[in-house]
């Protein structure tokens, strides 16, 4: 550095230098130990694959991997024509509500509810399953439905709290 710099402005440059030295050491670091981790999941993969070959057994990702010509170690859920396993996945319920929410103040229908939440889950459900977790959400006044397929959500503050699931209309008295 020239010597034009104060001895103050020398000092912080080398402080910096030497956070920037220590901060590239912790990265490397980490990145040497997340290698290591890796190894020993590929490691694992190899195994199970190995031994569920040798066994012969009846595992759908191994047949898929082997169908599609690929590493059972390394193939992914979706390159082996499998749907990925999500392990955080809400409720049908909750979604039904977020996806509710999302679109508010527009109504959605139950079968676009059902049509999305099938897409990111990765499965099937009954032809019932989003009417009736929407009938019951509509029982604590968190949705309300117009005529015979348009859901709305409903704001908390909006909610009749006296009498969940009374909206503008009476409930539908079903067969008499």
């Known amino acids: 550095m020239s010597d034009d710099f104060p001895?103050?402005?020398?000092?912080?440059?080398a402080a910096?230098?030497?956070r920037r030295a220590k901060v590239l050491a912790e990265r490397r670091a980490e990145d040497e130990a997340h290698k290591l981790k890796m190894r020993r999941f590929d490691d694992e993969l190899t195994e199970i694959s190995?031994?569920?070959r040798t066994m012969e057994l009846p595992v759908p990702w191994l047949e898929a991997a082997l169908k599609a010509?690929?590493?059972?170690t390394t193939a992914s859920?979706?390159?082996v024509g499998l749907p990925?396993?999500?392990p955080s996945r809400k409720p049908f319920k909750d979604r039904a509500l977020e996806l509710l929410q999302d679109a508010y103040p527009a109504p959605l229908k139950a079968a676009q509810i059902q049509a999305r939440i099938e897409?990111?889950?990765g499965s099937k459900y009954h032809d019932k399953t989003a009417g009736m977790s929407l009938y019951r959400l509509s029982k604590d006044g968190s949705v309300r439905r117009e005529g015979k397929d348009l859901w709305f959500f409903?704001?908390?503050d909006q909610r009749n709290k006296e009498n969940p699931g009374s909206g503008s209309e009476p409930d539908d008295p079903g067969l008499l």
């Open 7 to 13: 001895n103050w402005k020398r000092e912080a440059a």
């Open 16 to 18: 910096l230098s030497q």
């Open 50 to 52: 190995i031994t569920a």
């Open 69 to 72: 010509n690929v590493s059972p």
């Open 77 to 79: 859920f979706e390159s």
């Open 84 to 86: 990925s396993p999500s």
């Open 119 to 121: 897409k990111e889950h």
């Open 154 to 156: 409903v704001p908390e």
